[in-house]
């Protein structure tokens, strides 16, 4: 489940809103909590705290009920406009990818982030 060696794909919704600097972050915290034993179940799904500093924010991991949220900090300097719009993102472990995309628990078009 999630080995390093995956191909790390990133949705193209999931790209039109999200940094890559951000989505790359995501994957490197999946990959220590992988190495770290730490995930339990996939998919994991990424929820974003509205709280930011100018250099960083905070998102969380979540296993459903099998394993405690985490949060852990994410580095970026940049504007934020994904932020304060509740975007759930889900990590899914394909046989031959790490898949970024946006949850149906909050249906999203590109084009509306805009």
Same mark, same amino acid.
């Given at each position: 489940?999630?080995?390093?060696?995956?191909?790390?794909?990133?949705?193209?919704?999931?790209?039109?809103?999200?940094?890559?600097?951000?989505?790359?972050?995501?994957? +490197?915290?999946?990959?220590?909590?992988? /190495?770290? /034993?730490?995930?339990?179940?996939?998919?994991?799904?990424?929820?974003?705290?509205?709280?930011?500093?100018?250099?960083?924010?905070?998102?969380?991991?979540?296993?459903?009920?099998?394993?405690?949220?985490?949060?852990?900090?994410?580095?970026?300097?940049?504007?934020?406009?994904?932020?304060?719009?509740?975007?759930?993102?889900?990590?899914? +472990?394909?046989?031959?990818?790490?898949?970024?995309?946006?949850?149906?628990?909050?249906?999203? /078009?590109?084009?509306?982030? /805009?």
């Amino acid at each position: 489940m999630y080995e390093p060696t995956k191909k790390r794909r990133v949705a193209e919704d999931v790209a039109k809103v999200f940094p890559k600097e951000v989505t790359n972050q995501i994957f +490197d915290v999946i990959a220590v909590m992988n /190495k770290a /034993k730490q995930i339990v179940t996939a998919p994991v799904a990424i929820a974003f705290s509205d709280d930011y500093t100018d250099d960083e924010m905070y998102a969380m991991i979540i296993q459903g009920n099998l394993a405690p949220a985490q949060e852990f900090p994410l580095t970026y300097a940049g504007e934020k406009p994904f932020l304060g719009h509740g975007y759930i993102l889900v990590v899914k +472990d394909k046989p031959k990818t790490i898949r970024l995309d946006f949850s149906t628990a909050n249906p999203f /078009k590109a084009e509306e982030s /805009k």
